[in-house]
């Protein structure tokens, strides 16, 4: 559904961040790339998504060639993105960082202030009400009006995810989605997705911690150096001498 091939992306300098990486996140899975610090790993989801132009090599979404477009593109073709770091409007409210992220809102257009106030009335209860259903699932509902900075930081990963979700996505890139998240809300996240995923949606997963990895990934790539070390199922990836020399005897 989203494959990279051979992308290779040269930063100022002449440094190479990655150097002829394939990819492939199949349908209704969940594609895990780990690595050390500096493999290319965030670099990939940048490819993947639009916000980072490889030099050579081709993104492909659902069979047809990307590569030139940008994520705003790519969103509204149904890739969402998720980043290691959350970026909640702090100053908006739990519900009001969902809306915002409505795709084609009336409400964004002058002449629908003028000429379409019932249909912008209709398509806004419309967004509450899938707002509510999201929040529900991840028990943040009670939050709503809550001001968005002050969650804790897994309850912001799961808004973080819920406003990704307002795009009606295929598919979600998620970086590092357990950084900063306590062990409780790491488990609500992966059974979220685990929920997600039989639903039909597909994902991406570049994350650290291997419990998480282990609970939820179909198929894993390690990546170092800016290139595909290996790649298959957890446990035989994990059991690989030459990954536990990559990760300097760090990995379980």
Not at 36 to 49: C, I, M, Q, R, Y
Request: proline share 4%.
């Amino acid at each position: 559904m989203l494959e990279a091939d051979n992308v290779s992306v040269v930063y100022e300098g002449g440094f190479k961040a990655l150097n002829g990486v394939s990819v492939r996140l199949a349908a209704g899975a969940v594609t895990a790339l780990i690595g050390p610090n500096g493999a290319g790993k965030s670099t990939l989801f940048g490819v993947l998504a639009g916000a980072v132009r490889p030099v050579a090599g081709d993104v492909r979404l659902g069979g047809q060639t990307v590569t030139r477009h940008g994520p705003a593109w790519r969103a509204r073709r149904g890739l969402a993105r998720t980043f290691q770091l959350s970026s909640e409007l702090s100053s908006l409210t739990v519900l009001e960082n969902l809306l915002v992220a409505r795709p084609h809102a009336r409400g964004e257009r002058l002449a629908s202030l003028v000429f379409a106030r019932g249909a912008m009335r209709d398509e806004e209860a419309a967004g509450i009400d899938k707002a509510r259903a999201l929040l529900q699932r991840v028990d943040l509902w009670r939050l709503a009006d809550a001001p968005a900075g002050t969650l804790s930081g897994g309850q912001k990963k799961l808004l973080e995810l819920c406003r990704a979700l307002m795009l009606d996505p295929r598919i979600v890139l998620m970086d590092e989605p357990s950084a900063g998240v306590n062990p409780t809300r790491i488990s609500e996240v992966v059974a979220f997705v685990q929920a997600l995923r039989q639903e039909g949606v597909t994902f991406g997963l570049v994350e650290h911690n291997m419990a998480m990895v282990r609970a939820l990934s179909d198929h894993v790539y390690v990546l170092t150096e800016g290139q595909v070390l290996t790649e298959g199922r957890f446990d035989n990836v994990i059991a690989d001498t030459q990954v536990a020399s990559a990760y300097l005897g760090t990995l379980p």
